[in-house]
Nanobody, 128 residues
Framework: QVQLEESGGGLAQPGGSLRLSCEAS??????????MGWFRQAPGKEREFVAV????????DYADSVKGRFTISRDNAKNAVNLQMNSLRPEDTAVYYC???????????????????WGQGTQVTVSS
């Protein structure tokens, strides 16, 4: 089992910034298929992909809606990933979920159902 603990989030004004962190504990995965990333879900909408990083190679992928504004990074010492969110927009408002899996293939990293492990979610609200 893998436990994911999220931190960060909160309220920001449009154009502002927030930083999310997700630390993994428990089962250790080796190899090049361990991905950690973020999804989000707004009220009345499906959970959508935001960003992901592969731990060993540093491969990253972003949703088009956040590309150029959000940056995912890793802290291997803490087995964690961070999501720096800049130039926030009201449409970024959602519950953000950390996700992880040790057996993904690259073509499936944007698919929520492919992830075995999830955090509890943290609210991000962008409003003036």
């Amino acid at each position: 089992q893998v436990q994911l603990e999220e931190s960060g989030g909160g309220l920001a004004q449009p154009g502002g910034s927030l930083r999310l962190s997700c630390e993994a504990s428990g089962r250790a995965f080796s190899g090049s298929r361990f991905y950690m990333g973020w999804f989000r879900q707004a009220p009345g909408k499906e959970r959508e992909f935001v960003a992901v990083m592969e731990r060993s190679s540093g491969y990253v992928d972003y949703a088009d809606s956040v590309k150029g504004r959000f940056t995912i990074s890793r802290d291997n010492a803490k087995n964690a990933v961070n999501l720096q969110m800049n130039s926030l927009r009201p449409e970024d408002t959602a519950v953000y979920y950390c996700a992880a899996d040790g057996r993904l293939i690259r073509s499936s990293v944007r698919v929520a159902s492919q992830y075995d492990y999830w955090g509890q979610g943290t609210q991000v609200t962008v409003s003036s």
